[in-house]
């Protein structure tokens, strides 16, 4: 397959990495990272999807995001098999979930992501959805301490969201909503996430592509691109999320490999001030 054409904007650039505030070795991630709910698993159009692999983890990137129950358990298996043929799983943190009830079922589901995953450490294990968190985190620690998972956390990007604070003290990261268009989560989740040293991962960042759907036809403005380097609708939306000084990543999904290059180079410099920040959400106002 041809390489992807998108112009790389500022390819030279690094990404902005954010530390991961529980790591006991000052690790840090990068801004921009990559979903995989929406048919990652699918096999069809493998080859595009090994392309938006290679572009994330050699572009700098490192995040993937999957879940057990994503495409029924194949987003997990398409992923372990592509990061293993290509000899790149050293390169990814894989973030993965599970939504159990029960210890018992949650243990099964996590062992089945081992299996699926092709590997023996998950760098990131959420329970998703919130479901049977308390049952869940003994699991969770035990597993820590093991060393078959570095962190833990919870997931949520429900109305609910907000419930996510009940945890905050004992998690590592916890992932949730959060775009021009959905910024509940900067009146409570945001603030508190940093306060107790919890990473945070932003799902939806593009609000499933209803944002993008909203800007078809219209010119990304000359300040955007001047001030931010920004030339897509989806790098303005991204750099809105990534610049927010409490998130540790936002995790777009795309199948398309010039999409991943597009948000990539979303996170890299220079980032939106609060000014800015304001300036790319009224686009959409
Ligand atoms: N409860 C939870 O834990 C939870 C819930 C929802 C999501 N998540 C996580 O968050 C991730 C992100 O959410 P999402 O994937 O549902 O929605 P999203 O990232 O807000 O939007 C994804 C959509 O945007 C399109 N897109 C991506 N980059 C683009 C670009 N540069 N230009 C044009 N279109 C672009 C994608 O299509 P293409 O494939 O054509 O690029 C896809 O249709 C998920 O994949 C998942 O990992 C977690």
Redesign the pocket.
């Known amino acids: 397959m041809m390489a992807p054409s998108f112009p790389s904007y500022a390819a030279e650039a690094s990404l902005v990495m954010r530390p991961i505030p529980k790591s006991s070795d000052g690790e840090k991630l990068p801004v921009i990272g ?7 698993g699918a096999r069809r159009e493998v080859e595009e999807k090994t392309q938006v692999l290679k572009s994330l983890l050699e572009g700098g990137g490192k995040i993937v ?3 057990a129950n ?1 495409a029924r358990g194949s987003s997990e298996e398409l992923i372990g098999e592509l990061l293993e043929e290509n000899n790149l799983r050293s390169k990814a943190f894989i973030a993965t ?1 599970f939504g159990e009830r029960g210890r018992e079922n949650g243990i099964e589901s996590m062992e089945r992501s081992f299996v699926s995953l092709r590997t023996d450490m998950i760098d990131l294990m ?1 329970v ?2 919130m479901i049977d968190v308390d049952t869940h985190l003994p699991s969770l620690r035990d597993y820590k301490d093991q060393g078959r998972i570095r962190y833990f956390g919870v ?4 109305r609910n969201q907000d419930e996510l604070t009940r945890w905050m003290d004992q998690l590592d990261f916890v ?3 959060y ?1 021009v268009d959905s910024r509940e989560a900067e009146q409570r989740l945001l603030p508190m996430a940093a306060d107790k040293g919890v990473a945070v ?9 209803r ?2 759907s909203a800007m078809r036809g219209k010119e990304v403005p000359e300040w955007a691109k001047e001030e931010l380097n920004c030339h ?4 303005l939306l991204l750099k809105f999320v990534a610049s927010h000084p409490n998130v540790t990543a ?7 490999p ?3 290059v ?2 990539l180079d979303a996170g890299r410099g220079p980032m939106a001030d609060a000014k800015q920040r304001e300036r790319i959400a009224a686009l959409w106002g």
């Open positions: 990559l979903g995989t709910a929406q048919d990652f995001d999957t879940a994503y979930k959420f998703h959805n997931t949520s990007t429900g992932e949730f909503a775009a991962l932003v799902a939806l960042p593009l609000g499933r592509g944002l993008l897509s609708y989806a790098q936002a995790i777009p999904g795309t199948n398309n010039k999409h991943m597009e948000n």
